[in-house]
């Protein structure tokens, strides 16, 4: 397994996102990557459209098509490869992304870099934990990683990954009870709102109301660039069918009611990516045909 899926988090972060470059092959620079990734300072993924170029099939794996709610713009932007840096130093992370770019080679292009950073205790910028819910001790690798399928697949998640950008000015023009109201749970201690509105984000998410329960493994992260600032929303399962229960909930899907959380913040990106399993020698690519 990538140990970096199941670690606390770190300080900080760094989150880039490659394009592959048809007409290229893309081994070359894959199987160099793979000898840097050792899965816990480097978590690695790979998209629905690198492993399709490569002639080979992961059970599971797919390309994200978001649910469609009322008055809710989901956006999909898929990637052939994701990598979470993750370290105690922002410019040991930018040197550490900056190599692994060369290794991959003219084959595959940049789209995207963002930084990310642990903030007041594990709490979002909006000043809510996140991952109250996340699952405990023993129930961790159980929701995280695949297991029963097999050499080169057990020990791999399938990682959903979004960018939400909040809105800080509608933030602070809420009072503090409307935000609490929203969010479902109190700023100030973190306990839950029983008789919070449907539309609160912890009612649409509780992951134990779901049928089968949708658990997942969260790994967010607050991120801020220039004047613009939010939630690196990462989230690791043995499938993707946990995280799709709960957003077609968020997204008002199933009921018609939208998760109140859309009034604060917005998804910008939205992709899956399949963590291959990681051994001493790096990322594991038998599923691949490496």
Same mark, same amino acid.
């Given at each position: 397994?990538?140990?970096? !899926?199941?670690d606390?988090l770190?300080?900080?972060?760094?989150?880039?996102?490659?394009? @592959?470059?048809?007409?290229?092959d893309?081994?070359p620079g894959?199987?160099?990557?793979?000898?840097?990734?050792?899965?816990?300072?480097?978590?690695?993924?790979?998209?629905?459209?690198?492993?399709?170029?490569?002639? #080979?099939?992961v059970?599971?794996?797919?390309? @994200?098509?978001?649910?469609?709610?009322p008055?809710?713009?989901?956006?999909?932007t898929?990637?052939?490869?994701?990598?979470?840096?993750?370290?105690?130093?922002?410019?040991?992370l930018f040197?550490?992304?900056?190599r692994?770019a060369?290794?991959l080679g003219? #084959?595959?292009?940049l789209l995207?870099?963002?930084?990310?950073?642990?903030?007041?205790?594990g709490?979002?910028?909006t000043?809510?934990?996140?991952?109250?819910?996340?699952?405990?001790?023993?129930?961790?690798?159980?929701?995280a990683?695949?297991?029963?399928?097999?050499?080169g697949?057990?020990?791999?998640?399938?990682?959903?990954?979004?960018?939400?950008?909040?809105?800080?000015?509608? !933030?602070?023009?809420?009072?503090?009870q409307?935000r609490?109201?929203?969010?479902?749970?109190?700023?100030?201690?973190?306990?839950?709102?029983?008789?919070a509105?449907?539309?609160?984000?912890v009612k649409?998410?509780?992951?134990?109301?779901?049928?089968?329960p949708?658990?997942?493994w969260?790994?967010?992260?607050?991120?801020v %660039?220039?004047?613009?600032?939010?939630?690196m929303f990462?989230?690791?399962?043995?499938?993707?069918?946990?995280?799709?229960? %709960?957003?077609?909930?968020?997204?008002?899907?199933?009921?018609?009611v939208c998760?109140?959380?859309?009034?604060?913040? %917005?998804?910008?990106s939205?992709?899956?990516?399949?963590?291959p399993?990681?051994g001493?020698?790096?990322?594991?690519?038998r599923?691949?045909?490496?």
């Amino acid at each position: 397994m990538q140990s970096g !899926i199941l670690d606390a988090l770190p300080a900080h972060a760094r989150y880039l996102s490659f394009s @592959f470059k048809p007409g290229h092959d893309p081994r070359p620079g894959l199987r160099a990557l793979a000898a840097h990734s050792d899965g816990r300072a480097t978590v690695t993924g790979l998209g629905a459209s690198l492993v399709a170029a490569l002639s #080979a099939t992961v059970p599971g794996l797919r390309a @994200f098509v978001p649910p469609t709610g009322p008055g809710v713009e989901l956006p999909a932007t898929p990637a052939a490869l994701w990598c979470w840096l993750r370290g105690s130093d922002r410019g040991e992370l930018f040197q550490r992304g900056e190599r692994l770019a060369q290794v991959l080679g003219d #084959a595959y292009r940049l789209l995207e870099a963002v930084d990310g950073f642990s903030h007041d205790g594990g709490r979002d910028l909006t000043g809510y934990e996140d991952g109250t819910e996340n699952p405990k001790g023993d129930e961790v690798p159980r929701v995280a990683l695949v297991a029963g399928a097999g050499p080169g697949l057990d020990g791999g998640s399938f990682v959903a990954v979004q960018r939400w950008r909040h809105d800080f000015a509608a !933030i602070r023009a809420m009072t503090p009870q409307a935000r609490d109201e929203a969010v479902g749970r109190r700023r100030i201690d973190n306990e839950e709102i029983v008789d919070a509105p449907a539309s609160a984000h912890v009612k649409r998410t509780a992951q134990e109301n779901f049928e089968p329960p949708a658990f997942t493994w969260r790994r967010s992260m607050p991120w801020v %660039q220039g004047g613009e600032g939010g939630l690196m929303f990462v989230s690791f399962g043995a499938s993707f069918d946990g995280f799709e229960a %709960q957003l077609r909930r968020m997204s008002g899907a199933e009921d018609g009611v939208c998760d109140a959380i859309f009034g604060m913040s %917005q998804p910008v990106s939205g992709a899956y990516f399949w963590c291959p399993p990681a051994g001493p020698a790096g990322l594991d690519l038998r599923a691949l045909g490496f």
